[in-house]
């Protein structure tokens, strides 16, 4: 089950499969695919999962079983490819909101985010060679341009399994919190950056532009009415 909330501009996708550690299954990759489609307009998106013990554990083996050609792994693989695909390009930024144990797919689906905030006692690994398999969401490539090449390949390469504390470190997760704070502080963060100004940020921060066009993005704010009004609460406090 997919859930999906709509808040003064921020969209949160819950992944709420208690039962299989919110591990994805077909279905869940059906109803994720409709949860993003209905977060189109959003200005921020953010990415949980439902309890404590998981964010997302994975691909639900006991489902994914089934597939037992090529033909079906690569299709299931695209698939999912493609809905990470989707939660990286979303135009405003995305964070992923680490309620629990981000593992194999789990891990590829948090990197897929802008911003991973983490609550402390969670843990993240691209630990596919345990199964003999390597990350096919997208999830290696993402995690290379996180921590360099080297590291990332000895992380998925072993399968290493990190604390947040350590993911933090490593410039795996950006935000470790204390568990008790953790489920309002990562929606504050989340509502405070479903703005169009963070939007433009995410643009600037995540691809080259061409410094016209940097400047056009920063005149379109300047002239807003939302600029003027806030310039106008800092200007009168030196009065």
């Not at 919110?22 to 998106?45: H, P, Q, R």
């Not at 949980?48 to 090529?70: I, N």
């Not at 963070?198 to 940097?214: D, G, M, V, W």
């Amino acid at each position: 089950m997919v859930e999906l909330e709509l808040e003064d501009g921020l969209a949160v996708v819950t992944i709420d499969r208690p039962h299989a550690r919110n591990a994805i299954d077909l279905g869940t990759m059906g109803e994720l695919e409709k949860a993003l489609d209905a977060a189109e307009g959003a200005s921020a998106l953010a990415v949980t999962g439902a309890d404590e013990k998981a964010f997302v554990s994975g691909g639900d083996l006991k489902e994914l079983a089934r597939l037992r050609t090529e033909a079906e792994a690569s299709g299931m693989a695209l698939r999912m490819r493609t809905l990470c695909d989707r939660i990286a390009a979303f135009p405003g930024p995305v964070v992923a909101a680490l309620n629990g144990h981000a593992l194999g797919g789990g891990a590829e689906m948090a990197v897929a985010a802008d911003i991973r905030i983490a609550a402390d006692d969670i843990r993240i690994g691209f630990n596919q060679t345990k199964l003999a398999i390597v990350p096919a969401w997208g999830g290696a490539e993402r995690l290379a341009r996180l921590v360099g090449p080297g590291r990332a390949l000895l992380l998925a390469g072993t399968g290493s399994v990190l604390e947040a504390a350590e993911a933090e470190r490593l410039g795996l997760i950006d935000v470790v919190l204390p568990r008790a704070e953790f489920g309002d502080a990562w929606r504050e963060t989340a509502r405070a950056l479903a703005t169009a100004q963070a939007r433009e940020i995410k643009n600037l921060t995540t691809r080259t532009r061409p410094a016209r066009e940097a400047a056009a993005a920063f005149a379109r704010l300047w002239v807003a009415r939302e600029h003027w009004e806030a310039a106008e609460r800092v200007m009168s406090r030196g009065k």
